[in-house]
């Protein structure tokens, strides 16, 4: 491994080469450990950060690799600052959706590194494995700086955020190791979104909370019979007309200070009807008309209220029988704010029939606020973008799906999604086909969080 010269403190303006080559090192070595749930998990991946991180000179007590389960570890490292302040936490998750060489393009395999045209290729390229090498080779270059923060770092990669993270995860190391990641406040390099038009930075958008997701699960019974003689009563179509009524359900517009902030922005920065609408709506939360407007879009219907829809159904039992059962499960993105109990009532009303058996199939217990929107936190990243990508808004945003920021915010510790990295608008691809992200990017991203925490963990 390349080291350059201690700086004695001192941050320098750009990545140097030595640092790019080693943040491509992380990066290949982590997308080819194939960290899914039917490969090796994510212990390889853990073991392989904290084996750099121990060569780079970090105190084997400073690192701990540590999880419930020998498959899926989670690796946890302290750089120790002066003790003025809390810590500040940062994380990422190794583990990676599923993909098959046979759906990717020809030439690429997803757990290969693959450089071309100015991408690089592979699973978790962009969810999230730039993520995790950007923390990595960071933490490795304060670390050889000699750099001591005000206040202490704190670096957790973790396991199974893809699978709900609740066994393994995060949620995990709240439960049993809450000393070890206790900070002021986290930045999550999962979330958050930094975006590019056309290549160049537009908008960088820091995460400061998000949806919940629950499932509901709607199911009819009937005594059946043959096909032969049908009867008006028929478990699929009691179940039919009860996700008609789901389809006219809409939840009311639950406007709060992230979404507020996130619209005043997005219509500063856009332009014609919809950007009228947005600033009317940032201004007065029950603007009818502006809500009217904004709602015919999903992705603003979605951050103005809790959605409900159905993602499955599945019913009867034989072609020539009536049916004895159907059954369907509504997918529930509920608003920060907004009771899941709330939403269930919502629910059964709606249907307004008592055959129908309404439940929840996943629900996880407690609900998470929005954080606050830390003035530390946004000056320095405002002040940062306009020095690095001038011109650039910087937006407060609310998380549509879900993250293990949802855990940190849920046990009182306040989350802000921070990408680092840019993607083009429209090429998001993860948990696709040919995931990728820039060259450039990527790099950028490595340089720009070196900055980011400078500026965060020397602030006060
Ligand atoms: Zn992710």
Redesign the pocket.
């Known amino acids: 491994m390349a080291v350059v010269q201690p700086l004695a403190g001192q941050a320098s303006a750009a990545p140097t080469q030595d640092y790019r080559r080693l943040a491509r090192a992380i990066f290949q070595e982590l997308v080819e450990i194939k960290s899914t749930e039917s490969g090796v998990g994510s212990t390889p991946a853990a073991l392989a950060v904290a084996r750099r991180l121990r060569a780079a000179g970090v105190a084997e007590s400073d690192i701990q690799v540590i999880g419930p389960s020998p498959r899926k570890k989670n690796v946890v490292a302290r750089l120790h600052g002066k003790g003025i302040g809390k810590p500040i936490l940062l994380i990422g998750?190794l583990d990676v959706v599923e993909a098959r060489r046979e759906d990717w393009s020809p030439g690429l395999d997803p757990f290969k590194f693959v450089e071309r045209d100015a991408y690089f290729y592979g699973r978790g390229t962009q969810?999230?494995k730039a993520g995790v090498a950007i923390l990595v080779t960071n933490f490795i270059r304060w670390k050889q700086e000699g750099w001591v923060p005000d206040r202490d770092l704190i670096i957790a990669l973790t396991a199974d955020?893809?699978e709900y993270g609740d066994g393994d995860g995060i949620a995990w190391l709240l439960k049993n190791h809450r000393k070890l990641i206790e900070a002021e406040y986290c930045l999550n390099a999962?979330s958050g979104d930094f975006q590019t038009r056309d290549g160049k930075p537009y908008m960088v958008t820091i995460a400061a909370g998000e949806k919940k997701e629950t499932m509901i699960q709607l199911q009819t019974t009937n005594r059946g019979g043959h096909g032969s003689v049908p009867r008006k009563d028929n478990a699929i179509y009691e179940l039919g007309n009860a996700l008609k009524r789901i389809e006219q359900l809409q939840f009311p517009p639950m406007l709060n200070e992230v979404t507020r902030a996130e619209f005043a922005a997005m219509g500063a920065l856009e332009s014609g009807p919809d950007a009228r609408d947005m600033v009317a709506l940032a201004g007065d939360p029950a603007d009818s008309t502006a809500i009217e407007h904004l709602s015919r879009d999903p992705y603003y219907n979605a951050l103005i209220r809790t959605t409900c829809v159905p993602t499955m159904l599945e019913g009867g039992h034989g072609s020539s029988a009536l049916p004895q059962r159907a059954k369907a499960v509504l997918n529930c993105r509920i608003l920060p704010g907004h009771a899941s109990a709330d939403v269930m009532r919502a629910v059964r009303q709606a249907i307004g029939n008592d055959q129908v058996d309404v439940k929840w199939q996943f629900l996880e217990p407690s609900d998470w606020p929005t954080s606050p929107l830390n003035p530390a936190v946004f000056s320095a990243m405002n002040q940062l973008a306009q020095r690095l990508w001038p011109g650039v808004t910087v937006v407060p945003g609310l998380e549509t799906g879900g993250?293990d920021g949802r855990f940190l915010r849920g046990a009182g510790i306040p989350t802000y999604g921070v990408a680092g990295a840019f993607l083009e608008q429209g090429d998001i691809r993860?948990h696709g086909r040919d995931e990728r992200i820039r060259v450039r990017d990527f790099y950028d991203g490595v340089a720009f969080y070196d900055q980011f925490v400078k500026a965060l963990a020397n602030h006060e």
Do not use: G, Q
Request: hydrophobic share 25%.
């Open positions: 998750h969810d999230m955020e893809e999962d993250t993860a």
